[in-house]
């Protein structure tokens, strides 16, 4: 994936070291902490943000997702998402294997 692309089903997002997903209590929200500052979260994306693992493509989450809410199509709403997260340096996209 080129920086300028966005992200595709078939990607895998990672949370770059530099960065780190947690529950802030005096915020009451998860946050994302990375060197420049911090960002609150809302449930939605601590919810997308918590499936990224470097091992889940992004259908993975998607169909994650929507077992978990039912009757909901989430698939735009979740490409959206990790597009922002991707531009901003939230998320990164792992190196696939040649073989694949």
């Known amino acids: ?22 529950w802030e209590s005096a915020q009451a929200a998860h946050v994302l902490l990375y060197p420049e500052g911090m ?4 449930d939605s994306a ?4 918590q499936l990224v693992n470097g091992k889940r493509s992004v259908a993975g989450i998607i169909g994650q997702l929507e077992r978990d809410f039912p009757g909901v199509d989430l698939q735009a709403d979740v490409l959206e998402f990790l597009d ?5 340096g939230w998320i990164v996209m792992a190196a696939r294997p040649a073989s694949e």
């Not at 078939?10 to 947690?22: E, F, G, H, K, S």
């Not at 960002?39 to 809302?42: F, I, N, Q, R």
């Not at 601590?46 to 943000?49: D, P, R, S, T, Y």
């Open 1 to 22: 994936m080129t920086e300028s692309s966005k992200p595709s089903l078939n990607d895998i997002p990672v949370i770059p070291a530099r960065c780190r997903l947690q």
């Open 84 to 88: 922002t997260a991707h531009q901003r």
């Open 46 to 49: 601590a919810a997308i943000l």
């Open 39 to 42: 960002v609150k979260l809302s």
